[in-house]
């Protein structure tokens, strides 16, 4: 199956740092990225779209000097945390979309990587 | 604003039992509809999805799709102690276009099964 690899799994950085969390997509090609934000007990929230070769489009209230994401290549994207700030600390994931992939009765064209924990002190 | 709204719970159920998760949405234009089980500290991992009206079996999950009422469901039959997790729905609206794929998902229900 399709494996989305998300690197590093677990970041501890300092206050005004800038931390980069890497997405790869490992046997397929990702024409779309999508990186979600998640606050303990909370669910996912959508931060940003990512398609190769274009910018990426942020959702409302996600601010894109501060989360530069760049999706250079059809198999990897990157987010990078700038300035990081205690209130940054999250748990990062990332979703890729298979080139072509439509959605049918048997398969999803979706898939997840394993998550980045930051942690800002 | 498109919403995707769950019962947070958390819901217990014993060992063996029938579990019964619930989801509304707002927007009638949604298009597909997604579970997922995330456990503590981990990314999401799908278990099934349904578009169409109607019920879709998978080994012990079940999702039921009913558009009129903006409504999918998911129960889990004979539960077990493994399935205790966070499970999250998620709608996709959009069919085409570049941003095909984005999912909107809910605040997820905690389901504890017990011995």
């Known amino acids: 199956g399709a494996v989305v690899s998300q690197h590093p799994s677990r970041v501890i950085c300092k206050s005004g740092t800038s931390v980069k969390i890497e997405c790869r997509s490992l046997d397929f090609q990702a024409t779309t990225m999508f990186w979600y934000r998640q606050f303990p007990k909370q669910s996912l929230m959508l931060m940003a779209t990512?398609?190769?070769?274009?910018?990426?489009?942020?959702e409302q209230g996600v601010e894109k000097d501060k989360f530069l994401i760049n999706h250079a290549s059809l198999t990897l994207s990157t987010l990078t945390v700038t300035s990081a700030h205690p209130e940054d600390s999250s748990f990062y994931i990332c979703?890729?979309?298979?080139?072509?992939?439509?959605?049918?009765?048997?398969?999803?064209?979706?898939?997840f990587g394993n998550g980045t924990r930051l942690t800002v002190t | 604003q498109k919403e995707v709204e769950q019962n947070s719970g958390p819901l217990s159920v014993p060992e063996g039992a029938i579990a019964s998760l619930n989801c509304t949405y707002s927007?009638?234009?949604?298009?597909?509809f997604f579970w997922y089980r995330q456990y503590s500290g981990k990314s999401p991992e799908l278990i099934m999805f349904?578009?169409?009206?109607g019920d879709k079996e998978d080994g012990r999950f079940t999702a039921q799709l009913n558009k009129a009422s903006q409504y999918v469901s998911l129960l889990i039959r004979d539960s077990q102690p493994s399935d205790s997790a966070t499970y999250l729905c998620a709608v996709l609206y959009r069919a085409g276009g570049t941003s095909y794929g984005k999912l909107t998902f809910g605040q997820g229900t905690i389901l504890t099964v017990h011995p």
């Open positions: 990512s398609n190769e070769g274009s910018k990426a489009t942020y």
């Open positions: 979703s890729a979309r298979e080139q072509g992939a439509v959605l049918s009765s048997y398969n999803s064209p979706l898939h």
């Open positions: 927007d009638r234009g949604s298009q597909s």
């Open positions: 349904i578009y169409s009206n």
